[in-house]
T-cell receptor, first 116, second 111 residues
Framework: GEEVAQTPKHLVRGEGQKAKLYCAPIKGHSYVFWYQQVLKNEFKFLIS????????ETGMPKERFSAKCLPNSPCSLEIQATKLEDSAVYFC??????????????FGNGTRLTVT | GESVGLHLPTLSVQEGDNSIINCAYS??????FIWYKQESGKGPQFIIDIRSNMDKRQGQRVTVLLNKTVKHLSLQIAATQPGDSAVYFC??????????FGQGTELSVKP
């Protein structure tokens, strides 16, 4: 498609429950990025993929967070045993290459995760 | 360390006036900057970009100015409209295309 599609739009989980978020990148885009926006004004990079391979995972809290991008499937971000502090909007973005000059990131509209 | 930040968290302007949103960066080697607009409930939307070999770049009603001497860039919106109300972020790419975002300025347009 021509847009980055994220599902679900909203997700509510009790503390300790698992949360799974999905992202379908723009067709033809090889790079997928996940960001976490906790406060309205701050973005935190989590992980990026080049096709199905992890490209950069320096932002991932590895104890409870995992992510995958498998062929012919939406990419996913999974949080095991959610904590209150995981409440945030999670954005997925895709691009044609890692050379940002020629391929700016296109963002989805996010999944709002609320942990109660 | 490397960072991108904004001077003001909020900006309120009258409809029809020009808006100026500022951004400071710390890495003198930074060579590419992007402005994003984020409307309520949506993801960041690309507005305009500029490379370090330019001082100014114009788009439709928007202009970005880059001052490398003081490591400052600004986004100017001409004839601001209610639809321009949003949070504006400056950003620069790190290695591997990862974007480093500034903190955002919330623009409110008064009718």
């Amino acid at each position: 498609g021509e847009e980055v599609a994220q599902t679900p739009k909203h997700l509510v989980r009790g503390e300790g429950q698992k949360a799974k978020l999905y992202c379908a990148p723009i067709k033809g885009h090889s790079y997928v990025f996940w960001y976490q926006q906790v406060l309205k004004n701050e973005f935190k990079f989590l992980i990026s993929f080049q096709n199905e391979n992890v490209f950069d995972e320096t932002g991932m809290p590895k104890e409870r967070f995992s992510a995958k991008c498998l062929p012919n499937s939406p990419c996913s971000l999974e949080i095991q045993a959610t904590k209150l502090e995981d409440s945030a909007v999670y954005f997925c973005a895709s691009s044609q290459s890692d050379y940002t000059y020629n391929s700016p990131l296109h963002f989805g509209n996010g999944t709002r995760l609320t942990v109660t | 360390g490397e960072s991108v930040g904004l001077h003001l968290p909020t900006l309120s302007v009258q409809e029809g006036d020009n808006s100026i949103i500022n951004c400071a960066y710390s890495n003198s080697a930074s060579d590419y900057f992007i402005w994003y607009k984020q409307e309520s409930g949506k993801g960041p939307q690309f507005i305009i970009d500029i490379r370090s070999n330019m001082d100014k770049r114009q788009g439709q009603r928007v202009t970005v100015l880059l001052n490398k001497t003081v490591k400052h860039l600004s986004l100017q919106i001409a004839a601001t409209q209610p639809g321009d109300s949003a949070v504006y972020f400056c950003a620069e790419p790190n290695a591997g295309g990862k974007l480093i975002f500034g903190q955002g300025t919330e623009l409110s347009v008064k009718p």
